[in-house]
């Protein structure tokens, strides 16, 4: 799984208010979809979508509104054209000198300034301005649909990054299982009594690879400490601050200093450090995509007796924090079927159509009425814990070049957890590569 960050340094507190503010009775499929009906057709018309495969491999909410705009629509088909995550990104941009081209693409939300600025998104303005459940959208991700001030993107789902641990490797080292650790010390303290009473078991792992999950499970760690990855103008570093440098000491120690981690992880992805803590080969992981229930094949009883999830533990003086991510819809500014392209992405996101798939795959709803239903979310054991991350989250900038600006973070934790460099050096390096980017 890829990361999926969104913006700089606004959080997603709206989450709590939501949730608790009084439930907001979710509208019906025809309501949320009640924007102004695209004019119908009078021949046959193919509307070409972009998407990740991911989103055809279970119940989809693009086949179920693929289904009802087809049956409102008899003129229109909707050619639903999967592909993996670096593929996508790819062949979105390569559209641009021709060949086929999408009406809809799906984008990462570290995309989208540089399909705006590529011009090959649409702007949404006019059509964000009659959208009658525009209200129905939280303000955080309305001002994330942005770039340069106008909406270019319209938002799918989004989640948020918690810490895990295997119960079963706690029973055996003689924790208690449904204890974590609540701050940095006792993530020491609980790995070092892991390895000292379960034999070939690490303590805690997290990802150190040349790959954008080595940062993107770093942020929240970062951000706890009330650190940024770029000021709000979005032209410079800031990442580098003594909040940095404590969050990325945190990991060189752990590798370094308590040898509670392995340095195979200066080999392992995100994924490949999950995979060994559900494996119980890690008995703890520092942060992971929602609460890991949806990539761990088991159901939820099963999942909650074997695993935990929790907000990520804190270090002194600093206070809860997460980070969080998610994808969105885009308009191709050349599609001669503007009006039909937007009627069928707010069929598709619309809470009751969306929200099966937001439950399967343990994905934080973006629609205020998404958030009051926590009926339909009861079957994540760690739901709680996900929404409660939501409510401190922040997110990584979507600037054109953050692709480059990742590569230059992520090297930078690498070469400090190698020990090549020291933490505030490497940093540094990497600031001002990225102030060359961003500036």
């Not at 701050?183 to 379960?198: G, L, N, P, R």
């Not at 792992?205 to 770029?230: C, H, K, N, V």
Request: hydrophobic share 40%; net charge neutral.
């Amino acid at each position: 799984m890829r990361i999926r960050p969104v913006a700089v340094v606004a959080t997603l507190a709206f989450i709590i208010s939501a949730c608790t503010g009084g439930a907001q009775p979710a509208p019906s499929a025809s309501a949320a979809a009640a924007t102004a009906t695209a004019t119908e057709p009078t021949g046959p018309v193919t509307l070409n979508l972009f998407i990740r495969n991911y989103m055809l491999n279970q119940d989809s909410p693009l086949k179920t509104a693929k289904a009802d705009f087809e049956k409102k629509h008899p003129n229109v088909t909707i050619n639903l054209s999967p592909a993996p995550y670096d593929e996508q990104h790819q062949r979105i941009l390569l559209s641009k000198a021709g060949g086929v081209q999408p009406d809809m693409f799906q984008v990462d939300t570290i995309w989208l300034g540089e399909m705006a600025d590529q011009g090959l998104a649409a702007n949404l303005d006019s059509y964000y301005a009659k959208w009658a459940d525009r209200s129905d959208v939280p303000d955080s991700f309305l001002e994330s649909s942005k770039w340069k001030g106008s909406y270019y993107g319209l938002w799918a789902y989004s989640d948020t990054r918690t810490f895990i641990w295997n119960k079963d490797i706690f029973r055996k080292a003689g924790l208690d299982p449904e204890k974590p650790p609540a701050t940095w010390d006792e993530v020491v303290s609980f790995a070092q009594q892991i390895q000292a009473k379960v034999p070939g078991v690490a303590g805690v792992g997290f990802p150190a690879a040349a790959q954008e999950g080595t940062a993107d499970r770093w942020y929240p760690y970062l951000f706890m400490g009330g650190g940024s990855i770029l000021n709000k103008e979005q032209n410079k570093s800031l990442f580098n601050s003594a909040a940095g440098v404590k969050s990325v000491q945190f990991l060189v120690d752990l590798v370094r200093k308590y040898k509670v981690t392995p340095a195979e992880v200066l080999t392992q992805d995100a994924d490949a450090v999950y995979d060994a803590v559900l494996a119980g080969r890690y008995g703890m992981m520092l942060a992971t995509v929602g609460d890991g229930w949806a990539d761990s094949k088991l159901d939820g009883p099963a999942y909650k007796t074997k695993m935990g999830a929790a907000m990520p533990p804190l270090c002194d003086g600093c206070k809860p924090a997460s980070a969080a991510g998610g994808w969105l819809f885009m308009m191709n500014s050349k599609s001669a079927y503007k009006d039909l392209v937007w009627e069928y992405m707010t069929t598709a996101t619309a809470t009751p159509n969306i929200t099966p798939f937001e439950v399967k795959l343990v994905r934080v709803p973006v629609r205020k009425s998404g958030l009051a239903q926590a009926e339909a979310f009861k079957a994540d054991p760690y739901n709680a814990v996900t929404v409660q991350a939501a409510g401190v989250s922040q997110f990584a900038p979507w600037v054109p070049a953050y692709y480059k600006v990742v590569e230059h973070i992520y090297t930078a934790i690498q070469k400090a957890v190698q020990g090549t460099v020291p933490v505030k050096d490497a940093l540094d390096n990497a600031a001002a590569e990225v102030d060359k980017l961003v500036k």
